[in-house]
């Protein structure tokens, strides 16, 4: 197993930028070929797949998200982030980090096997 960390402000009011965190202990981000995804959940409504970046650093986006959203990663820190630009309370939810062990950048949730327990940011002037 490999540890996810999410860290993040928890209440924050409408602002430009949001800035998420996911550590990863036990594995080395660079040579086990995740695949490492932001995913969200909404207060009472399903989870939404955000984006991913593969082990060779390529990004994908939910089209709905993608020009809000960027997802990088620090192979130095070995952990990787999520910016969410324009954030209003629509963005409430708990936010996980996710990596699927066969470096599969899949745009579903349920492709992701290894969890983070979740941050929760709450979005509130």
């Known amino acids: 197993q490999v540890p996810l960390q999410e860290s993040g402000p928890g209440l924050v009011k409408p602002s430009p930028t949001l800035s998420l965190t996911c550590p990863v202990s036990?594995?080395?981000?660079?040579?086990?070929?995740?695949?490492l995804s932001w995913i969200r959940q909404p207060p009472g409504q399903g989870l939404e797949w955000m984006g991913v970046i593969g082990y060779d650093g390529t990004t994908y986006y939910n089209p709905t998200l993608k020009s809000r959203t960027s997802i990088s990663r620090d192979t130095s820190k070995n952990q990787f982030s999520l910016q969410l630009s324009s954030v209003t309370p629509e963005d409430s939810a708990t936010y996980y980090c996710?990596?699927?062990?066969?470096?599969?950048?899949?745009?579903?949730?349920?492709?992701?096997?290894?969890w983070g327990q979740g941050t929760q940011v709450t979005v509130a002037s």
């Open positions: 036990g594995q080395s981000i660079t040579t086990a070929h995740y695949a």
């Open positions: 996710a990596a699927n062990e066969y470096g599969n950048t899949a745009s579903s949730a349920e492709d992701y096997s290894l």
